[in-house]
C-alpha cells in the first residue's frame, strides 16, 4: 500500500480527457463523429466510460479537449454531463478556440492558461477513446508516493499480441526503463514474463513540471506528443514510473482501444450478451437522463445474425444482413440479402480483417451507383435506393412492422 493519501490533495488534482481524435481505422463509423462520441450500448458513448472513471474516482474538475467532428460529442456533453447539478464541473475547451491541436501534449500546451486559472497541483492527462473502468486515486497516490515526474497508466497485453502498442520496460520498483513503440518482440513485464506492459495513454504530473517541460520542448516539433517526445525525454532521466491498471473484484482488467472495426462489434457484442467484464459497483451512467434511449425498427421477416445496429439504423421487411454493423444512417430496404449484393455487386462497402461488413448511406449509395451502372450494359431490375421500399414514392420513409425497442442483435 502506499503511504500518500489523495484526499489530501482533492481539490488540486484536475482531469484532462483528451478527445478530439478520429480513429481513422474504423472508416465509415468516424465520417461524421469523433471516436470518443461512438455510440457504446442502447444510450451511451464511448467517452461516458472515462468520465464515470472520473465521477467515481471524486478528482473533481475535469477539461475535455474537442477537435475533430465535435458536434454530436458537444451535444452528448452539453445534454448528458453539464447540468447544474452534474458532477464533475466539465469544460469544454475546442481546437477551434484554443488550437489547433496538433499533437496530445501540444494540444495541453494550448490550453495552459486556462490550466492555470484552475491552479491544480497535479494534472491526470486521460483518452476519451478508450473503454475501462479505473479508480484514478491510487494512481495519483502511487505518482506522489514515488516523488515521480511522471506515472504512465499501464495494462498487462500477452506478449505475442503487445506489436501494436507503445510497450515501457520496467524495474521492480515500476521506474520506467525503455519506451518502445509497436515492438517487433515486446520486453516482458517483471511481475509477469508472458506479458508486456502496454501504454494505456494517461499520465499523471506535477502541473508546474509538465508546464515548465511543455514550455522547454514547444516549438522544437511540429507535432507535440506525449507518447513521442514527452514520455521518452523523462524515462531518459529516470523519473518516469509505470502503473498497471489492477482488474476488479478479483476479474483480469478491463481495457478496450477500440481501434478497430472488429474490437468495436466486439465489445458491442459483449455488452449485449452480458459478457463484458464490468464492476456494477463502479456505475456506468450519466448524471443526467432524457428519455428512455432510441427506438428503431425492423420490418418484418427479417433475419439478423451478428449484427450491431446503431441508433437511428432501420431495417426493412425481409432483409438478411450477417456479421456487420449498420450505421445510425442507413435504411435497408425490403428484401435485402447482404451476402447476395456482396456477390453480385463486388466489394461495396468497408469489410474488416474478421470479416465484419460496415453498412452505413454511403456505402448504400455506393451499391446503388453500382448497380444503375449495370442496368446501363445489361438492363436488370434495378436496387431500390436507400429509403424507398416496393411502390414506394422516393420522399417516403419505409413503412415498418411496430417498431420495438433494440439494442442489437
Same mark, same amino acid.
Given at each position: 500500500?502506499?503511504?500518500?493519501?489523495?484526499?489530501?490533495?482533492?481539490?488540486?488534482?484536475?482531469?484532462?480527457?483528451?478527445?478530439?481524435?478520429?480513429?481513422?481505422?474504423?472508416?465509415?463509423?468516424?465520417?461524421?463523429?469523433?471516436?470518443?462520441?461512438?455510440?457504446?450500448?442502447? !444510450?451511451?458513448?464511448?467517452?461516458?466510460?472515462?468520465?464515470?472513471?472520473?465521477?467515481?474516482?471524486?478528482?473533481?474538475?475535469?477539461?475535455?479537449?474537442?477537435?475533430?467532428?465535435? /458536434?454530436?460529442?458537444?451535444? !452528448?456533453?452539453?445534454?448528458?454531463?453539464?447540468?447544474?447539478?452534474?458532477?464533475?464541473?466539465?469544460?469544454?475547451?475546442?481546437?477551434?478556440?484554443?488550437?489547433?491541436?496538433?499533437?496530445?501534449?501540444?494540444?495541453?500546451?494550448?490550453?495552459?492558461?486556462?490550466?492555470?486559472?484552475?491552479?491544480?497541483?497535479?494534472?491526470? #492527462?486521460?483518452?476519451?477513446?478508450?473503454?475501462?473502468?479505473?479508480?484514478?486515486?491510487?494512481?495519483?497516490?502511487?505518482?506522489?508516493?514515488?516523488?515521480?515526474?511522471?506515472?504512465?497508466?499501464?495494462?498487462?497485453?500477452?506478449?505475442?499480441?503487445?506489436?501494436?502498442?507503445?510497450?515501457?520496460?520496467?524495474?521492480? /520498483?515500476?521506474?520506467?526503463?525503455?519506451?518502445?513503440?509497436?515492438?517487433?518482440?515486446?520486453?516482458?513485464?517483471?511481475?509477469?514474463?508472458?506479458?508486456?506492459?502496454?501504454?494505456?495513454?494517461?499520465?499523471?504530473?506535477?502541473?508546474?513540471?509538465?508546464?515548465?517541460?511543455?514550455?522547454?520542448?514547444?516549438?522544437?516539433?511540429?507535432?507535440?506528443?506525449?507518447?513521442?517526445?514527452?514520455?521518452?525525454?523523462?524515462?531518459? &532521466?529516470?523519473?518516469?514510473?509505470?502503473?498497471?491498471?489492477?482488474?476488479?473484484?478479483?476479474?483480469?482488467?478491463?481495457?478496450?482501444?477500440?481501434?478497430?472495426?472488429?474490437?468495436?462489434?466486439?465489445?458491442?457484442?459483449?455488452?449485449?450478451?452480458?459478457?463484458?467484464?464490468?464492476?456494477?459497483?463502479?456505475?456506468?451512467?450519466?448524471?443526467?437522463?432524457?428519455?428512455?434511449?432510441?427506438?428503431?425498427?425492423?420490418?418484418?421477416?427479417?433475419?439478423?445474425?451478428?449484427?450491431?445496429?446503431?441508433?437511428?439504423?432501420?431495417?426493412?421487411?425481409?432483409?438478411?444482413?450477417?456479421?456487420?454493423?449498420?450505421l445510425a444512417d442507413a435504411? #435497408?430496404?425490403?428484401?435485402?440479402?447482404?451476402?447476395?449484393?456482396?456477390?453480385?455487386?463486388?466489394?461495396? &462497402?468497408?469489410?474488416?480483417?474478421?470479416?465484419?461488413?460496415?453498412?452505413?448511406?454511403?456505402?448504400?449509395?455506393?451499391?446503388?451507383?453500382?448497380?444503375?451502372?449495370?442496368?446501363?450494359?445489361?438492363?436488370?431490375?434495378?436496387?431500390?435506393?436507400p429509403g424507398q421500399m416496393?411502390?414506394?414514392?422516393?420522399?417516403?420513409?419505409?413503412?415498418?412492422?411496430?417498431?420495438?425497442?433494440?439494442?442489437?442483435?
Amino acid at each position: 500500500m502506499v503511504s500518500a493519501n489523495i484526499e489530501g490533495h482533492a481539490g488540486t488534482v484536475l482531469s484532462i480527457i483528451l478527445a478530439g481524435g478520429r480513429g481513422s481505422r474504423l472508416h465509415d463509423l468516424t465520417d461524421h463523429k469523433a471516436k470518443p462520441a461512438l455510440p457504446i450500448g442502447p !444510450h451511451g458513448r464511448l467517452i461516458d466510460y472515462t468520465l464515470a472513471n472520473v465521477v467515481n474516482s471524486r478528482l473533481g474538475e475535469t477539461m475535455v479537449l474537442t477537435q475533430y467532428q465535435p /458536434d454530436t460529442l458537444h451535444r !452528448h456533453l452539453l445534454d448528458s454531463w453539464q447540468a447544474e447539478t452534474a458532477q464533475p464541473a466539465i469544460s469544454i475547451l475546442d481546437g477551434a478556440d484554443f488550437g489547433p491541436y496538433e499533437g496530445t501534449a501540444a494540444a495541453v500546451a494550448c490550453i495552459a492558461d486556462e490550466i492555470d486559472l484552475v491552479a491544480p497541483r497535479h494534472v491526470v #492527462i486521460l483518452a476519451g477513446d478508450h473503454l475501462y473502468q479505473m479508480d484514478y486515486r491510487p494512481f495519483v497516490e502511487r505518482h506522489i508516493a514515488a516523488r515521480a515526474e511522471v506515472t504512465v497508466g499501464v495494462v498487462h497485453v500477452p506478449r505475442d499480441q503487445a506489436s501494436g502498442f507503445g510497450v515501457l520496460e520496467a524495474d521492480a /520498483d515500476h521506474r520506467i526503463t525503455a519506451f518502445v513503440e509497436k515492438p517487433v518482440i515486446a520486453p516482458a513485464a517483471p511481475d509477469r514474463p508472458d506479458h508486456a506492459l502496454a501504454s494505456m495513454g494517461i499520465y499523471v504530473f506535477e502541473w508546474s513540471l509538465l508546464r515548465d517541460l511543455l514550455k522547454e520542448i514547444e516549438g522544437t516539433v511540429a507535432d507535440l506528443d506525449f507518447g513521442k517526445h514527452i514520455i521518452p525525454a523523462l524515462v531518459s &532521466c529516470g523519473t518516469a514510473y509505470a502503473y498497471a491498471l489492477p482488474g476488479r473484484q478479483g476479474r483480469e482488467p478491463l481495457w478496450q482501444d477500440l481501434g478497430t472495426l472488429d474490437a468495436y462489434h466486439a465489445v458491442q457484442r459483449h455488452l449485449l450478451d452480458g459478457s463484458l467484464a464490468l464492476d456494477p459497483a463502479w456505475p456506468v451512467e450519466h448524471p443526467v437522463h432524457h428519455g428512455v434511449g432510441d427506438r428503431r425498427a425492423i420490418g418484418f421477416g427479417s433475419t439478423l445474425r451478428n449484427v450491431v445496429l446503431l441508433p437511428g439504423a432501420r431495417i426493412g421487411r425481409a432483409v438478411t444482413i450477417s456479421n456487420a454493423i449498420v450505421l445510425a444512417d442507413a435504411v #435497408i430496404p425490403d428484401g435485402f440479402d447482404l451476402d447476395a449484393e456482396l456477390a453480385e455487386s463486388g466489394k461495396w &462497402c468497408t469489410i474488416s480483417e474478421g470479416g465484419i461488413r460496415v453498412i452505413s448511406a454511403r456505402a448504400l449509395q455506393r451499391l446503388a451507383s453500382r448497380r444503375r451502372r449495370a442496368n446501363e450494359v445489361a438492363p436488370i431490375k434495378a436496387i431500390q435506393q436507400p429509403g424507398q421500399m416496393t411502390g414506394q414514392k422516393p420522399d417516403q420513409r419505409p413503412r415498418m412492422a411496430e417498431a420495438m425497442p433494440v439494442s442489437f442483435f
